[in-house]
């Protein structure tokens, strides 16, 4: 899946929620590490599943690393974290932050990354199941592919959750009583395409997120 956070960041690490883990309706075998998804890392969440009252895992029967067995014998059972969030929608009022890794079943090569760690860790990404960490509070500079299609704000312009995980303005005094100002942007600027064109070519945008 495509990257949406670049690397230029600032934060605290108090600032940073370990409980969830993504819960996406994308299939994580047929997405590639090169698409754009709610599983990318820079997505927006807000809270889905957040009982602790549940047993601390979840044994499931997981198609997303391998094939699934209906037989108790050679069943496929993987532990993974109950306690889920899912991209944020337009006008979410409870958007707790952005993901900081991606969440992933396969590499480029479609080879499942819960028998290859090291490549999954070189993918700045987790599994499916997995806690991702969330940035609540910080700097952080995204691609053009974190903000809602349409948008292009200016420094200084007030950020609210859109669709599918994004950010987007603002919306006018009517929008407004459905939105809550989650960040604001600090800079733009873009990155250079044709002949030296680099990865994430195109416009970028420093972001001063407060959830």
Known sequence: ??????????????????????????????????????????????????????????????GDFFASYSSPVGRNQYPENPLKVVAASSGNFNAIGVTLRSTLAVDENGESLLFNPVKKDELQAVLSGQTVPILSKGIITVTENAIQAGDKPAPGQPLAAAANGKFGLMGGKEQNKNQRQIGQVLATGVREGGNYADTWAGRYYVIKLDC
């Open 1 to 62: 899946m495509a990257h949406r956070l670049l690397p230029f960041r600032q934060y605290d690490e108090n600032d940073v929620v370990n409980l969830f883990a993504l819960q996406t309706d994308v299939n994580l075998k047929a997405i590639g590490v090169n698409d754009d998804g709610d599983n990318a890392d820079g997505v927006l969440v807000s809270v889905q599943a957040g009982d602790k009252g549940k047993n601390v895992i979840d044994l499931d029967n997981a």
